[in-house]
């Protein structure tokens, strides 16, 4: 039996305010054109079948997993990885802060993923009393091995106070 030979196709994806073009083969994940075609390597692969979400990026502003699309498909999209979060001048985000603060992660292996759930989950919920069984739904599809979720949840806490409302 004679195996076809894999498509090679151009895709051009804005990255973070950049666009990226690349002839890539048609079955390349969008995981491993944010890594290895943008350079990105903070967006993070650990299951590539959907169930970690270490690779969660925003897609044309909704949060998803890059294992789970092809670059092909994201032709001519917008895509937001966790290179964006900071300012310019490093500052961190309000949710990174969060994390750094209430010492959020140990590896740090699946931080990219949350933080890019994360930061979709605030901004379409932007309240300063959001209650921890909203938060632990909203991280509900993220994994971490190291935590125990509960500082997770602390940091997001903190950073809707911050964003939204006053601090304590
Ligand atoms: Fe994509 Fe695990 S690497 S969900
Ligand atoms: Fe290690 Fe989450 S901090 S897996």
């Given at each position: 039996m004679s195996v076809?030979?894999?498509q090679v196709v151009d895709v051009s994806i804005v990255i973070?305010?950049?666009?990226?073009t690349a002839s890539v083969p048609s079955r390349m994940l969008l995981s491993d054109f944010i890594r290895h075609e943008a350079g990105l390597t903070g967006t993070?692969?650990?299951c590539e079948h959907g169930v970690c979400g270490c690779c969660t990026v925003m897609i044309d502003g909704v949060s998803a997993r890059s294992?789970?699309?092809f670059a092909v498909q994201c032709d001519g999209s917008e895509i937001r990885t966790v290179e964006d979060l900071a300012a310019v001048d490093d500052t961190l985000s309000p949710l990174q802060q969060?994390?750094?603060?209430?010492?959020a992660l140990q590896c740090g292996f699946c931080t990219p993923g949350f933080l890019m759930a994360i930061t979709e989950f605030l901004d379409r919920n932007q309240r300063a009393d959001l209650s921890e069984t909203e938060v632990r739904e909203a991280i509900s599809g993220n994994l971490c091995r190291c935590t125990g979720y509960t500082s997770i949840v602390d940091a997001v806490l903190l950073a809707a106070k911050r964003?939204?409302?006053?601090?304590d």
């Open positions: 076809e030979p894999e973070n305010g950049t666009e990226c993070h692969v650990g294992c789970l699309a969060a994390f750094h603060e209430c010492h964003m939204y409302g006053k601090e």
